[in-house]
């Protein structure tokens, strides 16, 4: 953006390359933290019964974690600067307190519709 290459008006293909990347990294990792827990749950009894659910719960966080934050931290400095603030001083601190808050959300939000019902 500083440099003229991007402009508001290409927020749709920087969406459509957010998107994809974001999704084939956060399914990268939802599988890594999946496979981590049925891994783990054939070796002890931490998870209990309920281990598929709760790798679940953890392979689709992980999945729209990543999501959301590849698109906030595309799209957010894109929505600073047609706002007519700087992107670059005020999106840094803003999306990363943005991402971990909405993570967190996501992560419960999940949580609740997966484990409703077994171990909540």
Known sequence: MALGEVTISDWYRIMRREIVSGLVLGLLLGVLGFTRVAAWSMFTDV????????????GFSLTGVVLWG??????LPLL????????????????????????????????ALILSGTLL
């Open 47 to 58: 998870y209990g019964p309920h281990w598929m659910a709760i790798a679940l719960t953890i």
């Open 70 to 75: 590849s698109l906030m931290g595309s799209m």
């Open 80 to 111: 600073l600067k047609r706002l007519g603030a700087d992107p670059a001083t005020s999106s840094a601190p803003f999306i990363a307190t943005l991402v971990d808050v909405t993570g967190l959300l996501i992560y419960f939000s999940l949580a």
